[in-house]
């Protein structure tokens, strides 16, 4: 059984930095990529960071130049530091994971960040 597990989440004033963790246990094969979702209220989720397997990374327009994504030395770990984050940012993110072989998407439970104003 694979699970993904996020933390790091939390209250945080504007202009201020969080960094949020994933952790994958369980067996994942032909790892493609990591990535960070993110949903706000009335909003659609939305694709925020991505790492590939070969450690490209690409960003969401609305982050780019504040969030960071890497992977940890640990297995299947992932981070998203994220600085100068605004009351925008206020959302639940969501670590998930894309395996090649089969075809499968692997999702973490969220962890809430909230930016107050």
């Known amino acids: 059984q694979v699970q993904l597990v996020e933390s790091g989440g939390g209250l945080v004033q504007p202009g201020g930095s969080l960094r949020l963790s994933c952790v994958a246990s369980?067996?994942?094969?032909?790892?493609?990529?990591m990535n960070w979702y993110r949903q706000a209220p009335g909003k659609q989720r939305e694709l925020v960071a991505v790492?590939?397997?070969?450690?490209?990374?690409n960003y969401a327009k609305s982050v780019k130049g504040r969030f960071t994504i890497s992977r940890g030395n640990a297995k299947n770990t992932v981070y998203l530091q994220m600085n100068s984050l605004n009351p925008e940012d206020t959302a639940v993110y969501y670590c998930?994971?894309?395996?090649?072989?089969?075809?499968?998407?692997?999702w973490g439970q969220g962890t809430q960040v909230t930016v107050s104003s």
């Open positions: 369980g067996s994942i094969s032909n790892i493609y990529a």
């Open positions: 998930n994971v894309q395996a090649l072989l089969p075809p499968k998407d692997y």
């Open positions: 790492i590939t397997s070969n450690g490209i990374t």
